[in-house]
């Protein structure tokens, strides 16, 4: 069971917008930056976003990302089939101090 | 370009201590801007962050591992390592090193291959 909870899957259709959300409390995603991890079947996961809202060099504005209290949201629009992938959320955990993942939401471009 | 590798036995018994190692290229593991990470995923589930180590020896815990976990630092060789004690066969998972990038990217910027690691007898 994980700190940060995610849906475990969401879909849409290639060209539409989708949005995984994250859930953690006020001493995690409350109190510190957010990051998101992209992660295809049998390789690593690779930053997708950093400080809860920027991207990283090479990372098309299609993702997006925002924090509202204690629960964060990644975005991805004009949905591509190579969007399909395993999407976690992260952050330092104040009180545990530990960083946290959530449990992963697996991505379909149906 | 800074890389990272992962090494070990892909087999370790059940109680036995399963010892990683991450070996560092192309950066510093000396920086203050950085510290180490280990994180795993076990078959079919999520990522779950182990421990992570600074250059300094500043160490942090996952919670529910620290009492089985040690993890360490070896500027001189350029990596760190990971020991997890009394392993049973819920341990056994893909294991990622990381490097958790502290003042800029606050995430874990790169990230190695992973390595598997099995535990049966």
Redesign the interface.
């Known amino acids: 069971q994980?700190v940060l909870t995610q849906p475990p899957s969401v879909s849409a259709a290639p060209g539409q917008k989708v949005t995984v959300s994250c859930s953690g409390s006020s001493s995690s995603i409350g109190k510190?930056?957010v990051?998101w991890?992209q992660?295809f079947p049998g390789?690593?996961?690779?930053?997708l976003?950093?400080?809860t809202n920027k991207r990283?060099s090479g990372i098309p504005d299609r993702f997006s990302a925002s924090k509202s209290g204690a629960s964060a949201t990644l975005g991805i629009t004009g949905l591509q089939t190579g969007d399909e992938a395993?999407y976690?959320c992260?952050t330092w955990d104040s009180s545990?101090?530990?960083?946290?993942?959530?449990?992963?939401t697996k991505l379909t471009v149906l | 370009q800074v890389q990272l590798q992962e090494s070990g036995p892909g087999l370790v018994k059940p109680s036995q201590t399963l010892s990683l190692t991450c070996t560092v290229s192309g950066g510093s593991i000396n920086s203050g801007d950085y510290s180490w990470?280990w994180?795993r995923q076990s078959p079919g589930k999520?990522?779950?962050?182990i421990a992570?180590v600074q250059y300094s020896g500043t160490i942090?815990?996952?919670?529910s591992l620290k009492s089985r976990t040690i993890i360490s630092v070896d500027t001189s060789k350029r990596r760190f390592s990971l020991k997890l004690t009394s392993v049973t066969a819920a341990d056994t998972a893909v294991y990622?090193c990381a490097r958790?990038?502290m003042f800029y990217?606050?995430?874990?910027?790169v990230?190695?291959?992973?390595t598997t690691v099995t535990v049966s007898s």
Do not use: R
Not at chain 1, 43 to 47: D, I
Not at chain 1, 96 to 104: A, E, M
Not at chain 2, 60 to 63: A, D, F, G, Q, T
Not at chain 2, 111 to 114: D, E, I, M, N, R
């Open positions: 994980s510190n930056f990051s991890y992660q390789t690593a996961p690779k930053l976003i950093f400080d990283p395993d976690y992260g545990l101090d530990s960083w946290v993942f959530g449990g992963g | 990470s994180i999520g990522l779950e962050w992570c942090y815990y996952n919670p990622y958790y990038s990217y606050h995430a874990m910027d990230w190695g291959q992973g």
